[in-house]
């Protein structure tokens, strides 16, 4: 085993709270990602003190997902929530640098969130 | 206040091998805000892990980037074997750890060149450049490729280096460190270069920890942070203390980079001389099924790769996190204030690899 992982599970209405205690403790934010498992998105904030691995996690249905921002706890948590928010639709309130869904240009809105795209129907060969 | 005005900077620009943009709202020629804008060339290979079996996925975890490629690799398939309990023979660590060093190196001497080429100083460019060929001539004859060296698997290490190689490259980089000492020599202590470097793009210690930034760009502002301290490869045997320097200023973050190149070469001499003998890979049986946040320090900072595992052949998830992005909010914070001048300069003291924050 290389390091030990805390995993510690919040609440999306004390995930800001949870991070403001993250910050006071001295610990550097890590990440910020998604992970799709169904319907549903897992969400795991990151945290570093000493290397010393801990992370805050949560569940939301993908259906208007919706997560208060922790920018005002930890401004670099901007560039984080822009893309989670580019790459899998999940609002973020309150986020003190909003680029507006234009961060990341993708071809396709959300792609994370997508479904698997159908075949393209094959083309029937010209007639001479 | 002078009026303000919008300069954009990038996606294409002399400095930048590849595409970021930045607008930098000017006041004269002080910056005196900074936005950036990325995601111009963003390839979602993270979604590949639903089509890619996780013993083949190594493949595209190299092809993430073309300087770290290898430490890629290396954290996804240190992160698969956490999750399967895979005991990676001791060999192999050690051959990841030489590796890895290896391209540390050729990635500081790239940025080298390219930090000189930055502040006009064209000669010192084209000599890293050729001394980091050398480089690539030892990773070349050790795995087979210079780029990818497609040398890792999950288990282990694809092939074995003979004592004869290792003799070699040790002597290959006696010749190529005592070509770097001539080169920092110039970085550190050359008036020219100094007058460029000293003083500017200040990021304090506090600042740099609150922002979240990793590497050299942590270390440049004192702090001795450092991901190879977990001891993950060979690391925990063999003497290692990261090499910090407390100014802030694009000096220290040069000076660090400077440093490690030699840190580097120690390393693999310490490799070499303890490398054990014995098998360079376990076979892997079964899917791993389970979920780690496996960390390594690439040459721009602390690399991590989420892995979920159902399992099932295919992930459920890959996420990486690079150290450029990491960095963004470091470098937003360094630009405000400074030289329009200086602007390209200190976008590459974070050592930006826009192809990794692209995954």
């Not at chain 1, 030990?4 to 205690?21: D, N, S």
């Not at chain 1, 919706?66 to 984080?80: H, K, L, M, N, Q």
């Not at chain 2, 005005?5 to 294409?12: A, K, V």
């Not at chain 2, 975890?61 to 240190?78: D, K, L, N, V």
Request: glycine share 8%; with cysteine; hydrophobic share 45%.
């Amino acid at each position: 085993m290389i390091e030990t992982q805390t995993m510690i599970p919040v609440a999306p209405e004390t995930l800001v709270a949870a991070v403001q205690k993250m910050r006071d403790e001295g610990h550097r934010l890590v990440q910020i990602g998604v992970t799709r498992l169904g319907e549903e998105l897992e969400l795991n904030y990151s945290f570093d003190r000493e290397r010393r691995f801990v992370n805050l996690r949560f569940r939301l249905p993908m259906a208007g997902a919706r997560v208060p921002s922790i920018s005002g706890v930890y401004w670099a948590a901007f560039a984080y929530e822009n893309e989670i928010h580019d790459l899998f639709g999940i609002q973020v309130d309150g986020n003190v640098l909003d680029f507006q869904g234009t961060f990341y240009q993708t071809a396709v809105k959300h792609p994370f969130i997508q479904g698997a795209a159908p075949a393209p129907a094959p083309v029937p060969p010209a007639q001479p | 206040m002078g009026k303000r005005t919008i300069i954009p900077f990038g996606p294409q620009h002399p400095v930048l091998p590849e595409p970021i943009h930045l607008d930098l709202v000017v006041e004269d020629e002080k910056v005196v805000d900074v936005v950036p804008s990325i995601g111009f060339v963003h390839r979602g290979l993270e979604k590949l892990v639903e089509k890619k079996e996780f013993t083949d996925f190594v493949y595209v975890a190299e092809r993430i980037c073309g300087i770290c490629s290898f430490i890629h690799g290396q954290t996804y398939c240190q992160g698969i074997e956490e999750i399967m309990g895979l005991a990676v023979p001791p060999r192999a660590k050690y051959l990841r750890t030489i590796w890895g060093e290896l391209s540390r190196i050729h990635s500081h001497l790239l940025w080298a060149g390219l930090m000189a080429d930055a502040f006009g100083f064209e000669a010192l460019f084209m000599h890293c450049w050729r001394v980091r060929e050398q480089v690539l001539d030892v990773i070349e004859a050790t795995t087979g490729g210079r780029v990818i060296f497609g040398s890792c698997k999950v288990g282990g290490v694809r092939r074995d280096v003979t004592p004869e190689q290792l003799d070699w490259m040790l002597k290959k980089l006696a010749e190529v460190e005592k070509e770097m000492r001539l080169l920092v020599d110039v970085f550190l202590n050359d008036d020219s270069v100094k007058h460029r470097l000293c003083g500017v793009g200040v990021l304090s210690r506090a600042d740099a920890q609150l922002l979240g930034a990793a590497g050299p760009t942590l270390r440049g502002s004192g702090v001795a942070d450092d991901m190879r301290l977990l001891k993950y490869a060979a690391f925990g045997d063999l003497d290692f203390q990261p090499i910090a320097k407390p100014d802030g200023d694009s000096y220290s973050r040069c000076a660090v980079r400077c440093e490690e190149l030699f840190q580097s070469v120690d390393l693999i001499r310490q490799a070499v001389a303890k490398i054990p003998a014995g098998e360079i890979a376990v076979k892997v049986v079964g899917a791993p099924n389970g979920e780690f946040f496996s960390r390594t320090e690439q040459p721009r900072g602390e690399l991590v790769n989420y892995i979920k595992a159902d399992g099932s052949k295919n992930l459920v998830r890959f996420r990486a996190r690079m150290p450029t992005f990491a960095n963004l909010p470091a470098l937003i914070k360094m630009l405000a204030g400074c030289e329009l001048a200086d602007v390209p300069v200190l976008v590459l003291t974070i050592d930006p690899c826009i192809s990794c924050m692209e995954r």
